[in-house]
């Protein structure tokens, strides 16, 4: 089964400043899909970026930025210009058919 | 447009009661999924759809039942409650099974007493 590791419990970062979330995950495929997900307080999970495995280009989204490193298995989310509004957990997601995989979450705080 | 609709939002249950949580979808998408989140652990698939009438187990199945009654709609069914049972549930949709991100309803709370 694959897994999803997501090393840091708890991130803060002040407003406006850069900080970047790790994950790591295990498979054996080749050919699959890597997500970021947002869950503000509001309990709603919000897809932030996605990455394609075959794509060598790292995926973006305005301010999210990912580092896509396929041989080390490492898919980090980097957030620039961190606003007030992005304190949420984040969760990596790992799909490949029918298995998504989610890791258990880094809760990023914005310090004004 | 409403995406994916959960009922309820919260439900509080005794050990040994059934309930079912509903799930409505108007994206016209054919895979539907069950996922239970517990602080620590992420989200864990319990059930999914790939089309209307079809269901599978993943990875945290006992306990439950579904029922994928159309195209828009997907249930899950707790048929005697257990404490372990208290979570947060997710359903979650996406236009097909081997591709691309899963659209989230808005959680239903339950708590097993």
């Known amino acids: 089964a694959q897994t999803v590791t997501q090393s840091q419990p708890e991130m803060s970062v002040q407003e406006a400043e850069t900080v970047t979330l790790s994950c790591t995950y295990d498979t054996s495929e080749s050919d699959y899909y890597l997500f970021w997900y947002k869950q503000p307080p509001s309990r709603q999970m919000i897809l932030v970026i996605r990455?394609?495995?075959?794509?060598?280009q790292n995926a973006t989204e305005n301010r999210f930025s990912v580092n896509f490193q396929k041989a080390a298995k490492s898919f980090s989310l980097k957030i620039s210009d961190s606003q007030l509004g992005d304190a949420a957990m984040y969760f990596c997601?790992?799909?490949?058919?029918?298995?998504?995989?989610f890791g258990a979450g880094t809760r990023l705080t914005v310090k004004p | 447009n409403a995406g994916v609709t959960q009922t309820p939002k919260f439900q509080v249950l005794k050990t040994g009661q059934s309930m079912t949580l509903q799930c409505a979808q108007d994206?016209?998408?054919?895979?539907m999924y069950w996922y239970r989140q517990d602080p620590g652990m992420g989200l864990r698939l319990i059930y999914y759809?790939?089309?209307?009438?079809?269901?599978d187990k993943g990875e945290v199945p006992n306990g439950y039942n579904v029922s994928r009654l159309n195209k828009r709609e997907f249930s899950l069914r707790l048929e005697s409650a257990a404490p372990s049972q208290t979570s947060v549930y997710f359903c979650a949709t996406a236009r097909q099974m081997n591709t691309g991100e899963l659209f989230f309803g808005e959680g239903s709370r339950l708590t097993v007493l």
């Open positions: 997601a790992y799909r490949r058919g029918n298995d998504m995989r």
């Open positions: 994206m016209n998408h054919n895979s």
């Open positions: 990455q394609e495995a075959y794509k060598q």
């Open positions: 759809s790939a089309s209307e009438g079809t269901t």
